[in-house]
C-alpha cells in the first residue's frame, strides 16, 4: 500500500511538474512574442517619427532660405539707394529748385570774392 501510494504521489508529482511546465513554458513564450510585438512597435513608431521630422525640416529649410533670399534682396534694393544718394546728393531735387540753390551759391560766391573772405569761398 505504502508503494502504491509513492507511486500515484510521484506520478502526480511528475503530471503536475509537466503541467507547470508547460504553463511557464507557454508564458515564457508569450512574454518574448509580446515584447518582440512592442519592440517592433516602437521601432515603427520612431521611424514614422523620423519621416515626418525629415518633411518638416525640409519645410523649415524652404522657408527660411526664401526669407534670406527676400532680406538679400532688401539690402541691396537700400543699398542701391544709399550708393545713389551719396553719389548723386541733389537728385531728388526738381530743376526749379537746382537752379535756385545754383543762384544762392553764386550769390554767396560772389559776396566772399568781393569781400575777400576766399575762406568761405
Not at 57 to 70: E, G, H, L, Y
Request: hydrophobic letters at 40%; one cysteine or more; glycine letters at 2%.
Amino acid at each position: 500500500v505504502h508503494c502504491a501510494a509513492r507511486i500515484v504521489g510521484r506520478f502526480g508529482r511528475r503530471v503536475a511538474q509537466r503541467r507547470a511546465s508547460n504553463l511557464l513554458t507557454a508564458w515564457c513564450r508569450l512574454r518574448i512574442h509580446l515584447i518582440r510585438k512592442k519592440r517592433m512597435m516602437l521601432a515603427a513608431s520612431k521611424i514614422q517619427a523620423c519621416a515626418r521630422m525629415k518633411t518638416q525640416r525640409d519645410k523649415f529649410k524652404a522657408v527660411i532660405s526664401s526669407v534670406i533670399r527676400f532680406q538679400s534682396h532688401a539690402r541691396r534694393q537700400q543699398a542701391v539707394r544709399r550708393v545713389k544718394k551719396i553719389r548723386d546728393p541733389f537728385g531728388d531735387m526738381t530743376f526749379k529748385e537746382l537752379e535756385h540753390l545754383h543762384a544762392e551759391e553764386c550769390k554767396k560766391l560772389d559776396e566772399a570774392v568781393s569781400t575777400k573772405k576766399y575762406d568761405l569761398a
